[in-house]
């Protein structure tokens, strides 16, 4: 052990009090090894430090920015942070809930010396935050408030210095939007959630982070040799050619990965595209995601350069891509279906118009005229407009957060049953979960387009390789119908708290399927796919724990927030239920395999959620973890705590 005592963790988090300005650091290392970092570490403070009835824009509401306890080192894909806090995008309430964002800056914070920061209180006015090393300050930004995100980075860059990581917000975030980003770099953001308008209320623009320091593991020649193990897996799965199309290829694409030490150059940025509403300007920056859609969709088709404008101007403002591409656009449309909402107090709301879409950007980010009721969400804007109140559902599962690989709404897959698989997820998170909750979705409800129907002989192997991964040979069958769905939306509730306390990619991670294997099953040099997480933190860390008991840490995590959710919200399987009704609107993909396009069965779905709870270890009738539960994740003090409140579930 070398003389940080520690590895992996830095061993301090940085805590920011905007009100008093007082500013003071305290030890990591009392819950980091139960809950690791990022999402987790989070969940554990937020425990000790939320009480119930604080909201989003409180002063109260501690706002965490927590990078993976694997960011910094070489970890495949690591470098990802956590931004958790009273959510104003959540809805029907405002609740606990978290972001990830890529980029460098969360590896930035650890070589600075912390694995995480807590900033609480508002300022008097606007202010900055400044970290180099030891030292931490808070500055004047009066000059930098109003500014969007390109410029605020652009001055704090010649100001500070080019190798300084800035977190900011733009001018969405400024005017409390409850769709309103964090970001850095050029499209890297802390997209749902609506984080930016709790930096705005807090009167806090930015967090600049330089660091010379470095994050310690405990085997550097035996964690390198693991990551190379890995990323050879990670090309099995994601090694492609970049295809350049005959338009896109004038603006000189180049391709890269959103953290330092991913193999998958999934980030696309394109140079000087020209404006179509302003055409004396050109546009550079990144283009990946969902910010494609803003082009066309089913619903619009606008062309590359003013899709591609109104996606610059959205990451600018530091309005959320999602929203207007899954959410907004898609309601807007739906409307006019029916005669609604043609004009919008005098503008016309045309979706192949790009000069409708820049003032739906501008206004909302301003809050100016109808702009305003934009800002609050999609979820809240029909009942602000007066129009379209009974259509706006067919495109929010739950929790104020538009369709996501839940075969319903715009996204449109998977395909019937898969989508049981996310229709659990949903009804279990406090957000959408496909952020970070691929592993499914990925995985195997892609196989459906790639793999004969009449082909038995394989099917049967998607069926095994099924019963090793979830214990059951019917999660992954597309004739399989309820059977085995709650099995796989357990490990994937699990895997998602993980991914994101270790600070690794929210989409790369699991790794299982390989098509051209034997088995089906990824493999690198000898090590299965599922295995890779705990393979590559192993020499990190210096574990000394089992495989099961790293993959637990996951179930700790998702355990935990249920628990905050049940103490501060009141949470049970009746708010669970709630996205029953958006997964009774028909599926918008028939499954090719078998031709059929369904709608949720309510009482399966019931049913399913009784196995869920029950693999769990939590009461059916209410959602609540029983004490044998807690007790086995060595949570047996908050099993205490519920039973003082009357909240543990009882055992069944």
Known sequence: MDSTGVYGWTGKILRVDLSSGDIRTEDTLRWGAEYFGGRGLAARIAWDELPPGVGAYDPDNPLMFMPGVLSGTPAPSSGRTSICAVSPQAYPLEWFTRASIGGHWGTELKYAGYDGLIVTGQASGPVYLWVEDDHAELRDASALWGQGIMATQKQLLSELGDD??????????????????????????????????????????????????????????????????????????????????????????????????????????????????????????????????????????????????????????????????????????????????????????????????????????????????????????????????????????????????????????????????????????????????????????????????????????????????????????????????????????????????????????????????????????????????YYFTAPALGLDMSRDEFYRTGTRIFTLERLLQIRNWARDRTVDETVISYLAYPETDPNPVTGDRVCVDPDGFGQLMDEFYALRGWNRNTGWPTRKCLEQLGMGSMADDMEQLGKLGEEV
Not at 179 to 192: C, D, K, L, M, R
Not at 271 to 280: E, F, I
Request: glycine share 12%; with cysteine.
């Open 164 to 533: 300084v990581r800035i977190l900011t917000i733009g001018q969405a975030g400024e005017n409390r939007s409850r769709i309103a980003i964090i970001a850095t770099e050029t499209e890297s953001a802390a997209g749902q959630g609506g984080f930016g308008g709790v930096m705005g209320a807090k009167n806090l623009k930015a967090i600049a982070v330089r660091g010379h320091g470095a994050v310690h593991v405990a085997d550097s020649r035996e964690l390198l040799a693991r990551c190379a193990v890995v990323r050879d897996g990670m090309m099995i799965k994601y090694a492609r050619r970049r295809r350049t199309n005959r338009i896109e290829g004038k603006y000189k694409q180049k391709h890269y990965a959103c953290t330092q030490h991913c193999a998958v150059p999934c980030v696309t940025f394109y140079s000087d595209v020209p404006g179509a509403v302003y055409k004396d300007r050109k546009y550079s920056g990144q283009f990946h995601c969902c910010a494609p859609g803003f082009v066309k969709s089913p619903q619009w088709d606008v062309g590359f350069e003013a899709g591609f404008e109104v996606a610059q101007l959205a990451n600018d403002y530091g309005l959320n891509h999602w929203e207007f591409r899954f959410g907004i656009g898609p309601w807007l449309h739906a409307c006019q279906q029916r005669g609604e909402l043609e004009m919008l107090n005098g503008d016309r709301a045309d979706l192949n118009d790009p000069h409708f879409w820049v003032k739906l950007i501008e206004k909302t980010a301003l809050r100016e005229d109808w702009g305003d009721c934009f800002a609050e969400g999609g979820q809240r804007a029909p009942a602000l407009l007066g129009a379209g109140e009974d259509l706006i559902n067919q495109f929010y599962p739950a929790w104020g957060q538009a369709s996501h690989w839940d075969g319903h709404g715009s996204f449109g897959l998977p395909s019937y049953p898969y989508w049981l698989v996310t229709g659990l997820q949903w009804a279990m998170d406090t957000r959408d979960p496909l952020g970070g909750g691929h592993g499914h979705t990925t995985n195997f409800s892609s196989m459906i387009r790639t793999i004969d129907k009449d082909d038995k002989v394989t099917w049967d192997k998607v069926r095994q390789l099924s019963e090793r991964v979830y214990g059951v040979p019917s999660a992954a069958d597309p004739w399989s119908g309820y059977r085995g769905k709650a099995h796989a939306a357990s490990l994937h509730c699990d895997m998602n708290p993980l991914k994101d306390a270790l600070g690794i990619c929210d989409n790369i991670f699991p790794l299982i399927v390989d098509l051209k294997a034997e088995d089906l099953q990824i493999r690198a040099h000898g090590i299965e796919g599922l295995d890779f997480e």
